[in-house]
């Protein structure tokens, strides 16, 4: 998993091992996510 190919992850903080251990979202751009999803799920 690399950040960049998750357009509203800032930062991936991962242990020795390269396990990924917390996410870091950019608020903004999580929650336009969030957003579209809902805008979707209300015309289905």
Same mark, same amino acid.
């Given at each position: 998993?690399? #950040?960049?190919?998750?357009?509203? =992850?800032?930062? +991936?903080?991962?242990?020795?091992?390269?396990? =990924? +251990?917390? =996410? =870091?979202?950019e608020f903004?751009?999580?929650?336009r996510?969030?957003? #579209?999803?809902? %805008?979707?799920?209300? %015309?289905?």
């Amino acid at each position: 998993m690399k #950040a960049e190919e998750y357009p509203f =992850v800032q930062e +991936l903080i991962t242990d020795k091992k390269g396990q =990924v +251990l917390k =996410v =870091v979202l950019e608020f903004e751009e999580y929650q336009r996510l969030l957003e #579209a999803i809902r %805008h979707l799920q209300s %015309h289905t």
